[in-house]
T-cell receptor, first 114, second 113 residues
Framework: SAVISQKPSRDICQRGTSLTIQCQVD?????MFWYRQQPGQSLTLIAT?????????ESGFVIDKFPISRPNLTFSTLTVSNMSPEDSSIYLC???????????FGPGTRLTVT | QKEVEQDPGPLSVPEGAIVSLNCTYS??????FMWYRQYSRKGPELLMY????GNKEDGRFTAQVDKSSKYISLFIRDSQPSDSATYLC?????????????FGKGTMLLVSP
């Protein structure tokens, strides 16, 4: 399995600001995904981060709110823009390794918006 | 009806007990089934990955899939305090790495010494 790190591990942000979360993998991976995990809720897929092209967003998530970059096969960022308290959540990246099909998750970024 | 239903618990058991964790689902297209373990303040860790119906065993863990009933289970034998975590079921229609996973809400398990 791949080793995945996320920065920051946690943050407290003010309403109206933006936060960029980084996801770094120790090997090249085919697929990278961004999820949100809200208290008492299922893990929800935000988008698939595509290398070299625009991310593919799930229903209910838009690029203006959650812009994503993926400049290469080992790194991606998710920005949470114009934050409100409803964005308080854990944000997780996950990857599928080359020639694989199992998804592995990073440790998560715990975001609190005040 | 949600696509995947999972009792949130908490489920409290004494050390050494056999634990049964379950999920039901409504989408008959699901063919691939996973169990993840998530410790507090950590990311989910893949425990078991199974395809279609049947059983799969890995050490103290057994995953069981009954597609006719749309019901999956994870059994933990000889449970340990270190098994205390939230267990998430997940499923997809395709085994490809490009497929979307649908998760249950997770069941919190507490194993007391």
């Amino acid at each position: 399995s791949a080793v995945i790190s996320q920065k920051p591990s946690r943050d407290i942000c003010q309403r109206g600001t933006s936060l960029t979360i980084q996801c770094q993998v120790d090997s090249q991976v085919t697929m990278m995904f961004w999820y949100r995990q809200q208290p008492g809720q299922s893990l929800t897929l935000i988008a698939t981060a595509n290398q070299g092209s625009e991310a593919t967003y799930e229903s209910g998530f838009v690029i203006d709110k959650f812009p994503i970059s993926r400049p290469n096969l080992t790194f991606s960022t998710l920005t949470v823009s114009n934050m409100s308290p409803e964005d308080s959540s854990i944000y997780l990246c996950s990857v599928v390794a080359e020639m694989g099909y199992e998804q592995y998750f990073g440790p998560g970024t715990r975001l609190t918006v005040t | 009806q949600k696509e995947v239903e999972q009792d949130p618990g908490p489920l409290s058991v004494p050390e050494g007990a056999i634990v049964s964790l379950n999920c039901t689902y409504s989408n008959s297209a699901f063919q691939y089934f996973m169990w993840y373990r998530q410790y507090s303040r950590k990311g989910p860790e893949l425990l078991m990955y199974t395809y279609s119906s049947g059983n799969k065993e890995d050490g103290r863990f057994t995953a069981q899939v009954d597609k006719s009933s749309k019901y999956i289970s994870l059994f933990i034998r000889d449970s340990q305090p270190s098994d205390s975590a939230t267990y998430l079921c997940a499923m997809s229609a395709s085994g490809s790495g490009y497929s979307t996973l649908t998760f249950g809400k997770g069941t919190m398990l507490l194993v007391s010494p």
